[in-house]
């Protein structure tokens, strides 16, 4: 059956600290630790995997740091082929303290120069022809140029591979300004209103910005998610508006990338329109439910793949 490569390219290990109270300035001590492999490609990995759509992560690796994403990998019977660097990949901490306030401390991750832009190029060139879709999920690492996830959408142009393009400000601007588009974008509202520099007030507008905006002609789909509001979607001609349940969200966390999953095992199925985005919307709901993030209980699929509802707009 089809198989999908996803793209991350500054993956982290990230790293929970719950403490009851932060404390500035003197020693906390935290005994619940969890590390998990993060980065939104590696949470889109994940749940494709739970689809049981074929998939492997790709992407830049390095250090000691890279060593515990790959042996998580490979603890979930994950395929991957990362490019390795030599330098350290990063963690990324979330202290989960005071009730309910998170405190993040980001690592900036790996610094990289136009060798290992080219580099990259070569690896991914040379991996994407094995499979059928592309993901490209999140920000870059330092030191690359913002125009390589275009150059990659180019590469895989050239294998005849569609891209899922999920990614923000001048990296996602470049690709939609290039010659050769990406095949299917998944912005929030906020990253659209942000690609064109004017609000978005309801959902005419919205439909009128799609149809008219050059930065959005040729792309094929452009699915614009709105987390509990469900998602907009432009494809070819066509617009929908997809309605979602009420549900208790637990943590929306992780659940762009879970629909960006749910839209790529759409696409390797070759299901009708609808149902693709039927199914994205599934997926982000199902993650919405549980703790983790990027993960979710398959067996709810049915229930609420049901409740979802599309109308032409
Ligand atoms: P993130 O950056 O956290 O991954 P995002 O902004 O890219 O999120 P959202 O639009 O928030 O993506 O969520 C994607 C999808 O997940 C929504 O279209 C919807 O299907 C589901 N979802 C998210 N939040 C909720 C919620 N509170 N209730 C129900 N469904 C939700």
């Given at each position: 059956?089809?198989?999908v490569?996803?793209?991350?390219?500054?993956?982290?290990?990230?790293?929970?600290?719950?403490l009851?109270?932060?404390?500035?300035?003197?020693?906390?001590?935290?005994k619940?630790?969890?590390?998990?492999?993060g980065?939104?490609?590696?949470?889109v990995t994940?749940?494709?995997?739970?689809?049981?759509?074929?998939?492997t992560?790709s992407?830049?690796?390095?250090g000691?740091?890279?060593?515990?994403?790959?042996?998580q990998?490979d603890?979930?019977?994950?395929?991957?082929?990362?490019?390795?660097?030599?330098?350290?990949?990063r963690n990324?901490i979330?202290?989960?303290?005071?009730?309910?306030?998170q405190?993040?401390?980001?690592?900036?991750?790996?610094?990289?120069?136009?060798?290992?832009?080219?580099?990259?190029?070569?690896?991914?060139?040379?991996?994407?022809?094995?499979?059928?879709?592309?993901?490209i999920?999140?920000?870059?690492p330092?030191?690359?140029?913002?125009?390589?996830?275009?150059k990659?959408?180019?590469?895989?142009?050239r294998h005849?591979?569609?891209?899922?393009?999920?990614s923000?400000?001048?990296?996602?601007?470049?690709?939609l300004?290039?010659?050769?588009?990406?095949f299917?974008i998944?912005?929030?509202?906020?990253e659209?209103?942000?690609?064109?520099?004017?609000?978005i007030?309801d959902?005419d507008?919205?439909?009128?910005k799609?149809?008219?905006?050059?930065?959005?002609?040729?792309i094929?789909?452009?699915v614009?998610?709105?987390?509990?509001?469900?998602?907009?979607?432009?494809?070819?001609?066509?617009?929908?508006k997809v309605n979602?349940p009420?549900i208790?969200?637990?943590?929306?966390?992780?659940?762009?990338?879970?629909?960006?999953a749910?839209?790529?095992?759409?696409l390797?199925?070759?299901?009708?329109?609808?149902?693709?985005?039927?199914?994205?919307?599934?997926?982000g709901?199902?993650?919405t439910?549980?703790?983790k993030?990027g993960?979710?209980?398959?067996?709810?699929?049915?229930?609420y793949?049901?409740?979802?509802?599309?109308?032409k707009y």
């Amino acid at each position: 059956s089809k198989s999908v490569l996803t793209i991350t390219m500054n993956p982290s290990v990230d790293i929970s600290y719950p403490l009851e109270h932060l404390n500035i300035n003197t020693v906390n001590r935290v005994k619940d630790v969890s590390k998990t492999a993060g980065g939104k490609g590696l949470n889109v990995t994940r749940v494709l995997k739970q689809l049981n759509v074929p998939v492997t992560a790709s992407g830049i690796i390095g250090g000691t740091i890279g060593q515990y994403i790959t042996n998580q990998l490979d603890e979930n019977d994950i395929d991957h082929a990362f490019m390795k660097i030599n330098q350290e990949s990063r963690n990324c901490i979330a202290i989960l303290h005071d009730n309910g306030d998170q405190t993040e401390i980001l690592e900036a991750g790996p610094v990289l120069n136009s060798d290992d832009e080219n580099d990259f190029l070569d690896h991914f060139g040379a991996q994407v022809s094995g499979f059928d879709l592309v993901t490209i999920s999140g920000s870059l690492p330092q030191g690359l140029s913002a125009g390589i996830y275009s150059k990659m959408i180019g590469v895989a142009a050239r294998h005849n591979v569609p891209v899922i393009l999920d990614s923000s400000n001048v990296a996602l601007r470049l690709a939609l300004e290039s010659d050769i588009k990406p095949f299917m974008i998944k912005p929030n509202q906020d990253e659209i209103a942000q690609l064109i520099g004017q609000k978005i007030t309801d959902l005419d507008d919205l439909k009128d910005k799609l149809a008219t905006e050059e930065i959005f002609k040729g792309i094929p789909w452009v699915v614009v998610s709105l987390g509990s509001q469900g998602a907009f979607v432009k494809y070819q001609q066509s617009f929908f508006k997809v309605n979602i349940p009420k549900i208790h969200a637990i943590n929306p966390v992780g659940s762009g990338d879970s629909t960006v999953a749910g839209l790529a095992a759409g696409l390797v199925k070759d299901e009708k329109p609808e149902d693709v985005m039927k199914r994205a919307m599934t997926v982000g709901i199902l993650n919405t439910l549980q703790e983790k993030t990027g993960n979710i209980d398959i067996s709810q699929y049915k229930d609420y793949f049901e409740k979802v509802d599309i109308v032409k707009y």
